[in-house]
């Protein structure tokens, strides 16, 4: 099914993530999987089952862990062909370009993607959108009726309220969505068409 995608947070290869092999003390940050290679697999697979070769995949950062050779394991491995990332606090491998072997040669990290960026404020599917990894309160166009798509918190943030009321701003983390898969644009619609515009004053 093509079609337009958004997630973040993948955190491939990330074993500290994965519950099974964690060295972490406090294990309720956990993915609920027994083995590393079992997470990567299943994330794998959900979004191939998802996502098309001719669709398009946006991904709020975080992409891989375990070494910068990693973006490219994971990259090849996923059908779709147009991704465009937005960077997160672990894409540092990709914010410098490293350079990595692929099967057709030497290649730096940001052209394995369509697009590498700090944040993506446009229009998208006729949507005007403003994507970042991390939340925030405020963006470019809010009081237009501009979505904010973020990552980093896993879930984990209350979603933003402001009088009792929720606003067009979501997390889109892999680990949000039911079925631990990318959100189509639909779905993210059916949710924002019930959310609020965030009014900014004087900036109205």
Not at 104 to 129: A, C, E, P
Not at 166 to 178: A, R
């Amino acid at each position: 099914m093509a079609g337009i995608y958004f997630s973040s947070d993948f955190h491939f290869g990330h074993v500290n993530l994965v519950r099974g092999c964690s060295a972490w003390e406090d294990k309720a940050a956990c993915r609920n999987f027994d083995t590393l290679e079992e997470h990567n697999e299943i994330l794998i697979q959900n979004i191939n089952k998802m996502v098309s070769q001719d669709s398009i995949l946006y991904c709020t950062g975080d992409w891989a862990m375990g070494g910068f050779d990693n973006v490219w394991r994971f990259r090849k491995r996923l059908n779709v062909k147009t991704i465009h990332l937005v960077l997160g606090n672990h894409d540092n491998a990709i914010r410098n370009n490293k350079i990595v072997l692929t099967d057709t040669g030497y290649m730096n990290l940001q052209n394995l993607f369509t697009s590498v960026n700090d944040i993506i404020s446009k229009k998208i599917g006729g949507q005007r959108m403003f994507l970042c990894h991390y939340p925030m309160r405020a963006w470019e166009k809010a009081s237009k009726g501009s979505w904010c798509l973020v990552g980093h918190e896993h879930g984990r943030l209350p979603d933003y309220e402001v009088n009792g009321v929720k606003i067009k701003t979501m997390d889109i983390g892999i680990d949000t969505h039911s079925e631990f898969r990318p959100y189509h644009f639909d779905e993210i619609k059916e949710i924002m068409d019930k959310r609020s515009v965030l009014k900014q004053g004087h900036h109205d």
